[in-house]
C-alpha cells in the first residue's frame, strides 16, 4: 500500500485525496499536515459544509508537526499549503527521502529552488509540479496541431483568463485566500499562472518579456489584480508575440486562447468548451465539443502520471525544471510589471 502525505486541506488538497483514491482505491493509505485546522470540507463544486473536521470525513491520520509527519514516511508528499510554503514543504519532503507533487506555482520566488533541485537530484526522488491544464484534450488537441506545423508558422498567440476573486472560493473571505496576499504569494501573476505555463508549454522558453497592470480595482488586496503580459517567442528563426491578460475581475469568467499561424487559425474557449479551426484561404471553420470533458479528468490525469512515475521510477510529464522555467517567466513578469522595463530570460 502506498503512503501519501497532504500537506494542506483547502479546496486543492482535498481534492487531490478524491483523486487520489479515485485512482489506487483502498491501496492508498492518506495523512494530512494540518496547521490551520479549519473545520471545512470542500466538495468538487466548490461547495463548503462547516463543522466539520476534514481528516474525519475522509478519515485521514493528521500530524501537526511536519518532523511527526515526515517520521511517518510516506511514500509520495503532496504540497498544497499556501504558496509561500512551497518550497520549504518541498524540502522538508526532499529530505526525507519522498516523493513530491507540488501545486502550482513552484514558488513565489527564487529562494531555496536550487537547494530543493540539488536534493531531488542527490535523493534520486520524482518532483512533479502541478499545472492541470496541460491535461485537459483541447490544450492537448492544440499541442498536436502545432506540432504538426497544421497550421503553419506561427505569428502570434493570445491567451486570456480573466475571473471575478470573490466568487473563485465563495466560503472564505477573499481578503484572507492567499490569492490576495503578497506574504502567500498572491496576485494574479503567480495564482492565474496556468495561461503562463501553458504558452511556455505550447511555445518554448520567451526570449524576452514586458507586463503592465497592478492593483486596479476596488478589490482590498495588496498585489497585483491585473497583468498584460506579451512573451517574445520564436518559431524557427522567426519571433512572434504571445500577449496573456489575467485579471481577479470578470463575472462571468471568461478563457480562451487564440493561436494565429501563416495557414491558418485556431482557438479554444476554455468556458463554452468549444475548439474552432480554420484554414486559409477558404476560412472554412471546423468545429469540435469537448461536452463530455469533467473537470477532474485533469486532475485525475495528473494524479495519475505521478502515480506511475514513482511506481515505475520513470520521469514524469511536468517534471521540477519545467516548472521552475514557468516560475522564472512569471519572477521576469512580476519585475517587469514592477520597473516598467522589459526583461530577458537566461
Known sequence: MMKFLICGLGSIGQRHIRMIRRYLGEDADIAALRLRNLDIVITDKLEASFGTRPEEHYGLRCFHKIEEAMAWKPDMVFVTNPISMHIDTAIEAAKAGCNIFIEKPLSHNEQRVEELQQLVTEKGIN???????RYHPAYQHIKSMLQSRAIGKLVSADLHFGEWLPGMHPYEDYRESHAARSDQGGGVILCLSHEIDIAHWLFGKPEKIYAVGGHLSNLEMDVEDTADITLTCRDGQSPFPVHIHLDFLQKPARRYIHIVGDKGTVTFDYCASELRTSQ???????????DQ?????????????????????KPNPLSLIEGKTT????????KSLQTGHVMDIE
Open 293 to 313: 470533458f469533467q473537470r477532474n479528468d485533469m486532475f485525475l490525469g495528473e494524479v495519475g502520471d505521478f502515480i506511475e512515475s514513482v511506481r515505475h521510477k
Open 327 to 334: 516560475l522564472d517567466i512569471c519572477l521576469a513578469a512580476s
Open 127 to 133: 518532483c512533479m509540479v502541478g499545472y492541470q491544464l
Open 280 to 290: 486559409v484561404p477558404d476560412g472554412k471553420i471546423e468545429l469540435t465539443r469537448y
